[in-house]
């Protein structure tokens, strides 16, 4: 079982649509970074949360340490969001990252 | 963009040559980074440095080495290249403080 695990792996959606993207894990973390990442293009961190909830624009990330779980939300969804999703988390005294495998969205207009 | 550049960027060489691919950062941060990204697998880790000199390995390091010389510049060396090997490389950097990851453009390699 993979220690990071994200839902759903793909997702289409309307433009408009409020979007929600899940990631679990199973290992004690101090932090947890979301990924973007656009069709032949480069990785862009979004978030790093420890705890509680930030945003950034309309886009809305969420950690529940105690459940082992953070969600990503984004508001109004817009066809320039759609790309690859990726939780990552934070562990050890090196910071090294585990990452799950991505959802990949698609927002149609 | 956190000063990150790699080089080169696209790469097309043959089973069993060396190859060594270069990451370059202009902000003196202590941790890089090497991953490499496969469908199906995502972003695993191949080796890491906390500082010149100072290595470790990753998840995926066997056919792997490295070298960090100076802060500014951390070189990934593969041996020997194998098909296996065709992946996206990623150099990432990790802030001071706060220990968030950037990521640089990445290397498309190719092995025949």
């Known amino acids: 079982k993979n220690e990071v695990e994200q839902s759903p792996q793909n997702l289409t959606a309307q433009e408009g649509e409020f979007i929600t993207i899940n990631c679990s894990y199973s290992v004690g973390i101090s932090a947890l970074h979301w990924l973007q990442q656009h069709p032949g293009g480069g990785i862009v961190s979004l978030f790093m949360l420890s705890s509680g909830k930030k945003k950034h624009g309309r886009l809305i990330a969420t950690i529940n340490i105690q459940e082992k779980h953070s969600s990503l939300h984004i508001t109004a969804s817009h066809p320039r969001d759609s790309a690859v999703y990726i939780c990552a988390v934070i562990r050890g005294s090196q910071g090294n990252l585990i990452f799950g495998k991505g959802t990949k969205l698609s927002v149609k207009p | 963009d956190a000063g990150i550049t790699q080089s080169p960027r696209h790469k097309v060489t043959e089973t069993g040559t060396p190859v060594t691919l270069r990451c370059h950062q202009t902000?003196?941060?202590?941790?890089m980074y090497w991953y490499r990204q496969d469908p199906g697998h995502g972003l695993r880790l191949i080796h890491y440095s906390y500082g010149v000199k100072d290595t470790d390995k990753g998840e995926v390091s066997d056919g792997y080495s490295v070298s960090r010389s100076k802060t500014e510049d951390f070189l990934l060396t593969l041996e020997s290249a194998t098909s296996s090997q065709t992946s996206v490389y990623f150099c990432?950097?990790?802030?001071?403080?706060?220990?968030?990851?950037?990521f640089g453009p990445g290397t498309r390699l190719t092995v025949t």
């Open positions: 902000e003196n941060h202590r941790y």
């Open positions: 990432a950097i990790r802030t001071q403080g706060a220990g968030e990851q950037y």
